[in-house]
């Protein structure tokens, strides 16, 4: 085992890994933070999608330890209280979801878009979430969603 020191959710973390522990492994099952779902387990669908230091990271391709000292954040962090991110009230104001499964992974991929890319293109926000698999929605709502969110921050002169 070794000790682990990161900060989830801007919440210092330190605990003991063992060193094939996968980061999603750690957020699902000692910390609890069940939003970032598993899905294959081979870096293909997204559904474990979280922020490393503001990048978007599937977390089922890293392990824990690879975080070490770094600032992961997960779909829990969105939300601020009882407000949804725009991001969330988009999804579903626009019908950007459907199962749900892949939602976690596509809300922290156009997170990490926004942040770079306040106003993206159609096509940046395909490129952004190219690596988050949906079989439910055929993506036309989530880009919708995506770019609400962007015009609604954007209109708050907030970003993401």
Sequence with gaps: MTTLRITVNGHPVQT???PTTLLVELLRGPLALTGTHQGCD???CGACTVLVDGEAVKSCSILALQAQGREVTTVEALA????PHALQEAFMACHGLQCGFCTPGMLMSACALLRQEPNPSEAQIADALEGNL??????VNI???VRQAAQTLAAKGERA
């Design 134 to 139: 949906c079989r439910c929605t055929g993506y």
């Design 42 to 44: 081979t870096a293909q």
């Design 80 to 83: 601020k209280g009882d407000q």
């Design 16 to 18: 003991d890994v063992a």
């Design 143 to 145: 880009v919708a969603s």
